[in-house]
């Protein structure tokens, strides 16, 4: 195991690299000029090319790509070309919060998903079954940000009360970041967890009519036993691949469910970095965002050997 994840940890190299490299010419290849935005629609040609000139975007491409790597190398992103705020620690001031919201939505669909995935598949065309389905079905039918605004909608007309805005850290007042962002994590999670919900009963219901779990049953095991130790272990291997990669998609996903809840994270700060034609933000997060997406990748394929013992890596 430990060459193995040495190889991966490897590998991860040339994968950064290409993403740095691909980043980084589209944002010379996309339309829009920044100068143009900073100096305005009046500006003269001369005005515009002192700006590019102060930004560096008069040096040569290699020599940008160059510098730029270099710095992101030692966790130095440079400064914000539209702010001029140093992009890394604005980066670290919004990622405790993306981070923060991922896991909470990650949990709830874990906790949802599963167990109503197990019980579709073990009660299949049952009226349980039927019930749980509908509610997949309309978790798929709904994007995340239309539920954020019914649950917004509900507590208003209901309870009279809407969830605060802005952001609390945990660190200072744990309750009142609990209620700021256990809604927009419930908006999502519920998503989420209809998609989950249907890959585990339809896993589930492959894994059952399996003939290893034909004779647990022949041998008069308990339901529960055969359901659990025997089924849903096997039938765990597709569903840890989805949660892995949902959570690393969650880490820069959540733009528009960040803009409902009036949330200050790092999709929403990526979203104005696209719209001022910000190069420095927008490489850090697309390259931070393809480093936790490769880590994802391989903590998946490590808990694969953790929960399937026939899994293993050379």
């Given at each position: 195991m430990g060459h193995f994840i040495i190889r991966r940890l490897l590998l991860m190299v040339p994968v950064l690299i290409g993403v740095s490299v691909i980043v980084f010419l589209l944002m010379?290849?996309?339309?829009?000029?920044?100068?143009?935005?900073?100096?305005?629609?009046?500006?003269?040609?001369?005005r515009l090319e002192e700006i590019r000139q102060e930004l560096g975007l008069k040096k040569p491409l290699y020599q940008q790509y160059a510098e730029w790597v270099w710095g992101a190398c030692r966790l130095d992103f440079?400064?914000?070309?539209?702010?001029?705020?140093?992009?890394?620690?604005?980066?670290?001031?919004?990622?405790?919060?993306?981070?923060?919201?991922?896991?909470?939505?990650?949990?709830?669909?874990?906790?949802?998903?599963?167990?109503?995935?197990?019980?579709?598949a073990?009660?299949?065309d049952s009226a349980k079954d039927y019930v749980l389905r509908v509610f997949a079905i309309s978790g798929l039918s709904m994007p995340s940000f239309w539920i954020g605004i019914l649950i917004i909608m509900a507590l208003v007309a209901a309870f009279k009360w809407?969830?605060?805005?802005?952001?609390?850290?945990?660190?200072?007042?744990?309750f009142k970041n609990f209620q700021i962002l256990i809604w927009?994590?419930?908006?999502?999670?519920?998503?989420?967890?209809?998609?989950q919900a249907r890959m585990s009963r339809s896993c589930m219901l492959d894994v059952l009519r399996q003939d290893y779990i034909r004779t647990a049953?022949?041998?008069?095991?308990?339901?529960?036993?055969?359901?659990?130790?025997?089924?849903?272990?096997?039938?765990?291997l597709p569903i840890i691949t989805i949660?892995?990669?949902?959570?690393?998609?969650?880490?820069?996903?959540?733009?528009?469910?960040?803009?409902?809840?009036?949330?200050?994270?790092?999709?929403?700060?990526?979203?104005?970095?696209?719209?001022?034609?910000?190069?420095?933000?927008?490489?850090?997060?697309?390259?931070?965002?393809?480093?936790?997406?490769?880590?994802?990748?391989?903590?998946?394929?490590?808990?694969?050997?953790?929960?399937?013992?026939?899994?293993r890596y050379q």
């Open positions: 010379r290849v996309i339309p829009g000029d920044i100068a143009l935005l900073l100096a305005g629609d009046s500006a003269t040609e001369q440079g400064k914000s070309m539209w702010s001029g705020e140093p992009v890394f620690s604005e980066i670290a001031r919004r990622f405790p919060l993306t981070l923060q919201l991922a896991l909470m939505t990650t949990i709830i669909t874990v906790v949802i998903s599963i167990p109503v995935g197990v019980i579709c073990i009660r299949q809407a969830p605060p805005l802005g952001y609390v850290n945990i660190w200072e007042d744990p927009p994590a419930l908006a999502v999670g519920f998503r989420q967890a209809a998609i049953w022949a041998k008069g095991l308990r339901e529960k036993t055969v359901i659990i130790r025997h089924a849903l272990k096997n039938a765990l949660i892995g990669v949902e959570f690393a998609f969650l880490l820069g996903g959540l733009v528009v469910t960040e803009a409902v809840f009036t949330l200050p994270g790092l999709g929403r700060y990526l979203v104005d970095a696209i719209h001022h034609r910000d190069y420095n933000v927008i490489q850090a997060i697309v390259l931070i965002m393809a480093v936790f997406v490769s880590f994802a990748n391989l903590a998946v394929d490590v808990i694969y050997g953790w929960v399937d013992p026939r899994v």
